[in-house]
């Protein structure tokens, strides 16, 4: 496998479930993101990692909570969501050196009911 | 405020002909990164060209070029020789020296008709 590869690309799930996304990047990237992009809105950056840090948390909800084990891995732990989380998650990687662009997953479209 | 303007939210044009994709930024920073994303239905965010603050002249990929006019904060995504395959959303995207933020605009839908 190369690239960036997320896991499940759909998801429903309702309020009170507890679900997880799963990010894996083959490209020995430093850098790992998790981005939100709803309807008719800017992507929105929830989460960086760098080197397995968390280096921004850009005021994200509780009910969102990522976990970074190791560089090749990223997830985002779901626990009691509301529908207005229904969207569509980006996972990214980038080498980490600036400028760098960002790699991107095909998503994970969440549906909260 | 709004860092990255993407003021056409839809945009089409006809199949071999070129297309103009605006893109407006601000930053106070001196150093920083210009990027253009498409995202086709599928949903994964495709890289397709970067331009420096500091690049002299216009990046070009294949049949993208991007027309950065610094002084206006413009960074607009020109496609010429328009392919079917063309059609998606487009992303224009921002980042800042020394972060690993990557700002995006809203995105403008293009639709290449035969």
């Known amino acids: 496998e190369t690239g960036v590869t997320q896991t499940p690309r759909h998801l429903v799930m309702g309020m009170t479930n507890k679900k997880s996304l799963k990010c894996e990047q083959h490209?020995?990237?430093?850098?790992m993101y998790w981005y939100k992009q709803s309807a008719k809105k800017p992507l929105e950056l929830m989460f960086v990692?760098?080197?397995?840090?968390?280096?921004e948390n850009n005021s994200v909800p509780s009910r969102f909570s990522p976990e970074c084990p190791n560089s090749s891995h990223l997830f985002l732990h779901l626990h009691t969501l509301q529908p207005e989380d229904s969207a569509l998650y980006l996972c990214?990687?980038?080498?980490?050196?600036?400028?760098?662009?960002?790699?991107f997953g095909e998503g994970s479209r969440l549906t909260v009911l | 405020a709004q860092k990255i303007t993407q003021t056409q939210p839809g945009m089409f044009v006809q199949e071999k002909e070129a297309v103009t994709l605006d893109c407006t930024y601000d930053?106070?920073?001196?150093?920083?990164?210009l990027f253009w994303y498409k995202q086709p239905s599928s949903g994964e965010m495709i890289f397709l060209i970067y331009?420096?603050?500091?690049?002299?002249q216009n990046a070009t990929e294949g049949r993208y070029s991007l027309n950065f006019q610094k002084a206006r904060k413009s960074a607009n995504l020109v496609i010429s020789a328009s392919q079917l395959g063309d059609s998606a959303m487009y992303f224009c995207?921002?980042?800042?020296?020394?972060?690993?933020?990557?700002?995006f605009g809203t995105g403008t839908r293009l639709q290449v008709f035969p």
């Open positions: 490209l020995g990237h430093n850098a």
């Open positions: 331009q420096g603050s500091y690049d002299e």
């Open positions: 990214a990687s980038s080498p980490g050196d600036s400028p760098g662009e960002l790699f």
């Open positions: 930053t106070s920073d001196q150093s920083y990164g």
């Open positions: 995207a921002m980042r800042e020296i020394n972060t690993d933020k990557l700002i």
């Open positions: 990692y760098s080197l397995e840090e968390r280096v």
